[in-house]
């Protein structure tokens, strides 16, 4: 493929997977991971301090759009600031991205009313979204696919601490200095992680002069606003059928439709069609990545819900309830990465992941009233190695799949498919939820919440526990069901060398096995 006329570069100029600072990464990964983890913290810290903010700044009506303005613009610049990595370099953007993410805090910190909350959240997510898309894409430019499993413990690790710590460090900031600390606890950190990688962080630059792909963010920014709108709005606040849900997936897939014939057009597009055409491996591996997602929100969700209405576990424990869940995540993915590492074999770790994630999810939406806390922290432990198996294998596929040039492109297609799956999957699995539970619902007086039944008689109280727990058997078999295709897309993933670190293969010579593995 010929360069692009405005490109200054000749092949030799493209960044490949040896050209990453040589020695210890970690130092640099530390800067990279401490502000992945600040914007995985900030959604569970944040959604703990709600009642507080409410009870302040008033505005209960407007209280989704706290958390809808920052899922929505997270996901419409995720994709921008990939390409903008791509093009203008790395370290520049990251760097600009995190400065962003602060500026949000700080402000969100010094909102006097939820409009200006609201306003200032969706300034945050512009960062949000640059810290997702550039951590992902840094880890693939320092660390090549054959050493990636070396590392794949500290990305676990962040994920485990922003699930299980962020309803922990909410509920005690929230409760001791006030909710406006839920956001100025991001500034001494962010300013750490800030500080750190402009020192250590040192990778390749490179700029090329092309012009920006105005009409494919545009229409692009129009497919995943209405596609997450819907998501967020369906069977909540508008139902399934309405014309307002109708009219958004007409536009999420005219806008589609229309992004796809403009991106094969495009001297520099948004999202290169390459990426998924190149090589089969790399949408197999977002779908892998889109059933992970679902499975991380919606067992973040109801899990918790279901030990506490169902089995009476304490709420102020919340994020404690994960731990069956999240500890295998750590263990399991640091193992596997490094038996990657040492074998260069990685099929079969998405295959048994996903396969431990039907069986997991399945033996979940058998739970019911008399299901004890051992039974359903030895199925979160079965679905928490299936996740540990899947979902870093998963980006090592994705980053094994396509070019050096394009991987700020790539890696953020894949945060964005993780986002939204994760949308849409809160959304299916909220109005199942509710289509089960309504009938049995406590009046207003109670709430409705993980508390109600204590303040119902035996009959109603009974009722509306096995309404719950009908609830989350429609969730789980729902999950259990897309992870048994996600299962079919990982024995569909072909055994190609992982990229190591050494100098490339020429024409005359192989550094890896030739031959994929099916």
């Known amino acids: 493929m010929s360069a692009s006329p405005e490109s200054p570069a000749p092949p030799a100029a493209v960044p490949t997977a040896t050209e990453g600072p040589p020695g210890n990464v970690r130092p640099v990964l530390f800067g990279v991971m401490l502000a992945m983890l600040l914007a995985m913290l900030d959604n569970m810290v944040v959604g703990t301090a709600m009642p507080t903010i409410v009870g302040d700044l008033g505005g209960l009506e407007h209280i989704s759009w706290v958390v809808t303005a920052y899922t929505l613009v997270t996901a419409v610049t995720t994709p921008v600031w990939g390409k903008f990595g791509d093009l203008f370099g790395r370290k520049p953007m990251y760097l600009a991205s995190i400065a962003v993410f602060l500026a949000g805090s700080a402000l969100c910190g010094a909102a006097r009313s939820m409009p200006e909350l609201i306003a200032f959240r969706a300034l945050q997510g512009v960062g949000a979204g640059g810290v997702g898309a550039g951590a992902f894409a840094l880890i693939a430019t320092l660390v090549p696919p054959r050493e990636r499993g070396r590392y794949q413990g500290m990305t676990a690790s962040v994920m485990a601490i922003g699930t299980i710590g962020g309803p922990l460090l909410g509920g005690f900031v929230t409760g001791h200095w006030g909710w406006r600390w839920a956001f100025y606890v991001n500034l001494p950190l962010g300013l750490v992680s800030l500080v750190w990688l402009w020192r250590m962080l040192h990778v390749p630059a490179r700029r090329i002069r092309a012009r920006i792909d105005r009409l494919g963010i545009a229409l692009l920014t129009v497919t995943i606003s209405a596609t997450v709108l819907a998501a967020t709005w369906a069977g909540t606040t508008y139902a399934w059928g309405s014309w307002q849900i109708v009219t958004l997936g007409a536009t999420a897939v005219l806008g589609l439709a229309l992004f796809v014939r403009v991106e094969r057009r495009a001297a520099e597009p948004v999202l290169p069609p390459a990426i998924f055409t190149g090589h089969r491996n790399f949408p197999l591996a977002t779908v892998l990545l889109l059933a992970a997602g679902v499975v991380m929100f919606g067992a973040g969700l109801y899990l918790p819900l279901f030990q506490q209405t169902v089995q009476g576990a304490s709420a102020a424990d919340s994020g404690l309830l994960l731990l069956p869940l999240m500890v295998p995540v750590v263990i399991v993915s640091t193992l596997a990465g490094k038996v990657m590492s040492a074998t260069g ?11 431990l994630l039907t069986v997991g999810l399945g033996s979940l939406s058998t739970m019911g009233t008399d299901t004890s806390r051992f039974l359903t922290c030895a ?3 079965v679905v928490g190695t299936g996740l540990g198996l899947t979902q870093q294998m998963a980006g090592t596929i994705a980053q094994n799949s396509v070019d050096m040039r394009d991987m700020g492109a790539a890696m953020s297609t894949v945060t964005l498919f993780r986002t939204v799956g994760g949308s849409l999957g809160v959304a299916v699995f909220g109005s199942l939820f509710t289509r089960a539970v309504r009938p049995d619902l406590p009046g ?43 299962f079919v897309a990982a024995l569909c993933v072909v055994e190609t060398p992982l990229r190591g670190a050494g100098p490339p293969s020429g024409p005359g010579k192989t550094a890896a096995p030739s031959t994929a593995v099916k």
């Open 345 to 355: 074999r990685y099929k079969i770790f998405p295959v048994l992941g996903a396969g």
């Open 379 to 381: 199925y979160m432990v």
């Open 444 to 486: 207003a007086g109670t709430g409705g919440g993980a508390h109600a039944p204590a303040h119902l008689p035996t009959g109603a109280r009974d009722a509306y526990l096995n309404a719950v727990a009908g609830g989350t058997h429609q969730i789980f078999l729902t999950g259990a069901v897309l992870c048994a295709a996600a």
